[in-house]
């Protein structure tokens, strides 16, 4: 910023020469605040040009501003020159001998004459400019008026820096190139429209130099730049900047500029300018410029001229003045704010010294609190150096100390140790011994527990199956007493029918008493009579019940004496049929007794030594044998007597025995075999028995023996998966077999029996082998238990049938069974044996049965024994390819059919009896 000074009268004096401090006029502001007031001039803020154009205001530092009553002066100054200096001088000129020195040069008259600068003489040092000033100024003559303001308060209007190195000559020089004037000013077409040559006064003072100095004298001057040095005063104080102007002088207070007044406006031409024209003319010319009113009238002319300009100057200057009040206010309004920023920022500063000062103060109280800290902690270093070291010794002691602690601690507890571990080693060992006893002592105790609990199962089966007959018994006792009451309510409907027949015929015999009133005797007589014979019909239909209930008592006996003379066991054969061409061929085999049906004549080859091929018929003789041609249903009109022989309260069993693929499963389970029609028999008899006051329940199990264990074909699943194991259990005194967790289903409908065989089939076990793919490798037994009541004889009586499917007989070497299968085949062909052997057993009478050598003979031991009644068909396979297994089986039916067991005897009792027994 610029001085922020405030005005005052200091500022108003006269700065040393060469200061840029330039005079400033009463009451206008200095040179810079001009300068810097001209930025805010609306010109300026508008961008114009810094070159103002001939049309446009002045430059603001030419408007150093005057009073008005300046301007007057300024007027009466000119005019005082005019009159004065340049009249009397042009008066004169004739005479004057003008010293056209270069350089520092004077006219006659005293007055030195302007330096005049070419273009090569720029370098002027600022001190000889400076210098130059004070020359021209001092060659200036003091206005007599006074009016004048000194030159020291002149204020240069120094418009830049290029503007102020240039030297006076140069500045005058400038605008004379022609080139670089402006193509029409208002000065210069003012002064050509009124005859005026366009050429500053700087180039007329240079013209006015007399020839005959220029040659009579050696130029001092740059060559080619002296001619238009101008050595005249007038050039020098009035030509367009030839010089700078001085201050107070016209120039600045007309508003001429110096740099500008180069560019925009030529000085009119004056009556010196006339010279020029006049040296160019020649002597003609000489003598006219010596026409002294002709010159005045010029200069008059040129003083109008002036005039004009300067009124256009002063309208210019009111702008500009107006411009400068705006700005002076603006400063004014900066200076108070300066102030007040100063004010601020002293009061800022007082607190910033403040602040320093107590700064300082902490400063330094936290240098001494440094030392006294510092002072401090090394005295508390040496102090913790010493503890450190007396802790380090205590440290030291109180380890080895411990040390040694810890070693008899540890020596101590290792031995404290060991004796615990003698001392838990020897009671360990006692209280495993004590254990070990105490574990055997538990495993006896539960031993003998599970024992007892075995005993008291089988006791607690036991009473649940005696409960189960007692509960049966009184299921049959409520039947019977249904039975009896249906008996009864019939008896009651007859007795009622009775009732009204004899009301129909007491009302009748009333009619006929009535009748016979006339003959009454007579009709009493009848009537006793037709009582008597209904007496006899009564007696005779009692006594024909009591013979037809003795009558079938009698025809199960004799039924029964029949079947053991026909023998207890009972061996028939069957052949089945050839089912087709693809079986191979067919065996000779032929039925000879057409009549009895009862042998069998089985053609076989033999190979003699001599390989000669005979045949032999071999013949085998049983109760009955079945050609391939005859059905099930004629099989069983066979067998329907033993089932009848069950339902009277015998055990009975039948078998069918034979190789595979001989046909044993289709005789005995086919859909019309024998337990299907064993069972249907058997409802239809208990149907009609029921007439005879029988009443029977019928449940069955289905069981097999597959490698010497039995299997409940009910249950579907092993014994890995669950699978409860059965037992065989034996009623001595009942002779009855029960097997444990085995299913039983009460057969009260056909369709049951159906489903169980269907059930059995399903489960049964059925292995692959070469011989027959579907061959049954096991023994399967239904067992039919047949439990029947009379209500009338109060009789019961439980039989048990026992339908058995034996596995394939063939010969281990023929099914060429290997690994699991052969081991199928030994335990089949095992129980075989074992059953051929129980009938032999029983055969000779023996002492000893032996039934627990198989499965199969436990299971049917009170059905093989010597009170039961058993049928066995041997299979027959009707292939020549089968012959060998055909006449083996043969010869062990045989075997069995020659075998004699002991007398069948009923289970019927008495129910009164039965009751004994619980
Ligand atoms: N009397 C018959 N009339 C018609 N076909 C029969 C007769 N007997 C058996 N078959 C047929 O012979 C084949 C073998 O019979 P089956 O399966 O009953 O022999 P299997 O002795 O029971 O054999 P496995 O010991 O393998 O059980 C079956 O296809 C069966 O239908």
């Not at 007959?469 to 249906?486: A, H, I, N, W, Y």
């Not at 002492?847 to 003979?857: A, D, E, I, M, Q």
Request: proline share 5%.
């Amino acid at each position: 910023m610029y001085p922020t000074k405030p005005h005052s009268a200091s500022s108003q004096r006269t700065p040393p020469i060469g200061s840029r401090k330039q005079f400033r006029c009463p009451g206008e502001v200095n040179t810079a605040s001009t300068l810097r007031l001209s930025t805010l001039h609306p010109l300026r803020r508008r961008g114009t040009s810094p070159v103002p154009s001939p049309r446009e205001d002045p430059p603001l530092f030419t408007t150093v501003s005057h009073p008005p009553t300046q301007t007057g002066a300024l007027l009466l100054s000119l005019s005082y020159l005019l009159v004065h200096f340049l009249i009397p001088r042009m008066r004169n000129g004739a005479n004057a001998n003008m010293d056209s020195t270069e350089n520092g040069g004077t006219f006659r008259s005293g007055i030195r004459a302007p330096r005049v600068h070419t273009s090569t003489t720029t370098t002027m040092a600022p001190s000889a400019y400076l210098q130059e000033i004070t020359n021209s100024d001092q060659n200036a003559r003091p206005h007599p008026s006074g009016i004048l303001p000194s030159k020291r308060t002149y204020n240069g209007a120094v418009p830049d820096r290029d503007a102020k190195r240039k030297t006076l000559a140069e500045r005058a020089g400038e605008p004379l190139a022609k080139s670089q004037l402006p193509a029409a000013t208002p000065s210069v077409s003012r002064m050509t429209g009124i005859g005026i040559k366009p050429t500053s006064i700087a180039s007329l003072a240079s013209t006015h130099q007399p020839p005959t100095t220029t040659s009579s004298r050696p130029p001092t001057t740059i060559p080619g730049t002296s001619r238009h040095a101008s050595t005249n005063s007038f050039s020098r104080t009035m030509g367009a900047g030839s010089r700078p102007p001085i201050s107070g002088r016209a120039p600045s207070s007309m508003g001429f500029n110096p740099s500008t007044t180069r560019t925009t406006r030529s000085r009119p031409a004056t009556a010196m300018s006339g010279r020029s024209a006049e040296e160019d003319g020649g002597p003609v010319d000489q003598k006219k410029s010596w026409d002294v009113d002709g010159r005045l009238h010029e200069f008059e002319t040129q003083f109008k001229e002036m005039k004009e300009a300067f009124d256009t100057t002063l309208t210019d200057r009111k702008a500009l003045e107006e411009a400068i009040q705006f700005a002076k206010n603006r400063s004014s309004d900066l200076e108070r704010e300066q102030q007040r920023l100063v004010d601020q920022t002293t009061q800022l500063q007082a607190q910033i010294n403040s602040l320093q000062n107590d700064n300082l103060s902490m400063q330094q109280e936290k240098q001494t609190l440094i030392l006294q800290f510092e002072g401090e902690r090394q005295k508390h270093k040496y102090e913790l150096q010493d503890k450190s070291r007396e802790h380090q010794h205590e440290v030291e002691e109180i380890k080895r100390g411990f040390k040694a602690e810890v070693e008899q601690m540890k020596w101590e507890h290792q031995q404290a140790l060991e004796a615990m571990e003698r001392k838990y080693r020897t009671e360990m060992k006692e209280q495993q011994a004590q254990n070990s006893k105490e574990l055997q002592e538990l495993r006896a105790k539960l031993g003998s527990e599970q024992e007892d609990m075995n005993l008291a199962v089988l006791r607690k089966d036991r009473e649940i199956q005696e409960l189960r007959s007692f509960m049966e018994g009184l299921k049959l006792d409520l039947d019977r007493e249904q039975t009896v009451k249906g008996n009864l309510q019939k008896k009651m409907a007859e007795m009622s029918t009775t009732n009204i027949t004899l009301e129909d015929r007491l009302r009748g015999l009333n009619a006929k008493i009535e009748f016979l009133e006339s003959d009454s005797k007579q009709q009493s007589d009848s009537f006793a009579h037709m009582e008597a014979r209904l007496q006899d019909a009564l007696r005779v239909a009692e006594e024909a019940r009591e013979k037809l209930i003795k009558e079938e008592t009698e025809r199960r006996v004799l039924f029964n004496k029949y079947q053991e003379l026909k023998g207890n066991i009972r061996v028939m054969c069957r052949v089945r049929p050839v089912l087709g061409s693809s079986e191979g061929n067919p065996a000779q085999i032929g039925f000879p007794d057409e009549k009895t049906s009862a042998q069998i004549d089985v053609t076989q080859e033999e190979k003699n030594s001599m390989g000669m091929v005979s045949r032999k018929v071999v013949p085998f003789e049983f109760d009955r044998v079945f050609a391939p041609a005859v059905h099930n249903e004629e099989i069983f009109g066979e067998i329907s007597q033993l089932v009848q022989s069950a339902l009277d309260g015998y055990n009975v069993c039948i078998f069918c025995y034979g190789q595979t693929g001989s046909g044993k499963t289709y005789t005995m389970s086919s859909p019309d075999g024998m337990i299907p029609r064993a069972t249907h028999m058997i409802y239809e008899t208990i149907t009609k028995l029921k007439e005879k006051s029988w009443t029977y329940t019928m449940e069955g199990s289905f069981v097999e023996v597959y490698n010497e264990e039995l299997h409940d074909l009910l249950t579907p699943g092993r014994e890995s998966d669950g699978k409860k194991r059965l037992e065989i259990r034996h009623d001595d005194s009942r002779k009855q077999t029960t097997v444990l967790n085995c299913k039983t289903v009460a057969l009260d409908s056909p369709d049951k029996v159906e489903m169980m065989l269907k059930q059995a089939q399903n489960n049964r076990s059925v292995a692959a082998t070469k011989a027959n793919e579907r061959s049954s490798r096991s023994h399967s037994v239904f067992i039919l238990k047949l439990v029947g009541e009379n209500s009338a004889t109060n009789e019961r009586c439980e039989g048990t049938l026992n339908l058995v499917d034996l596995a394939g007989s063939e010969r281990l070497k023929h099914s060429q069974a290997e690994g699991e299968r052969m081991r199928e085949t030994q335990n089949i062909n095992k129980s075989l044996a074992c059953l051929g052997d129980v009938i032999e057993a029983l055969g000779r009478g023996s002492g000893h049965v032996p039934y627990r050598n198989s499965k199969l003979t436990h299971l049917l031991q009170y059905s093989l024994s010597g009170n039961s009644k058993t049928l066995m068909f041997v299979m027959v396979s009707p292939l020549e390819a089968h012959l060998k297994e055909t006449i083996t089986s043969l010869r062990f039916a045989t075997k069995v059919h020659n075998t004699h067991i002991g007398t069948a005897k009923s289970t019927k009792k008495l129910v009164k009896d039965r009751a004994t027994d619980f």
